[in-house]
């Protein structure tokens, strides 16, 4: 949705910034969550504590790339449909992200 979204027509240059930082925190946070998986797949049991703070660290980096992304929408001079969208849809990955690292402390307070 974002990337299509930074190819829209008509926006301001301001508009566009804040898109094109937005996709790459993003991706930035898509990295991060892929990171916690793949170290949760291999978890062999041997140092935990070590495996979910790492899990943790990186949910967390993920959740921060999440919020950063929509701080470039906020203001009067933003487009007030794309700052909706934007922000809609940021704030239900940010929303599922915090519910993640939510379980994720969960199971470590249980495990740890």
């Avoid at 301001?14 to 946070?29: F, P, Q, T, Y």
């Amino acid at each position: 949705m974002m990337v299509n979204l930074s190819k829209g027509q008509g926006m301001s240059p301001k508009v566009v910034a804040a898109m094109r930082d937005c996709v790459e925190e993003l991706r930035d946070s898509v990295d991060e969550l892929n990171k916690s998986i793949g170290e949760m797949n291999n978890f062999n049991g041997s140092d935990f504590q070590l495996m979910i703070n790492d899990i943790q660290t990186w949910v967390s980096a993920a959740l921060t790339d999440d919020n950063t992304c929509t701080d470039g929408f906020q203001g009067n001079a933003m487009n007030g449909n794309v700052k909706t969208l934007v922000r809609g849809g940021i704030v239900n990955v940010a929303h599922l992200t915090s519910n993640a690292l939510a379980l994720i402390n969960q199971y470590a307070s249980l495990h740890g």
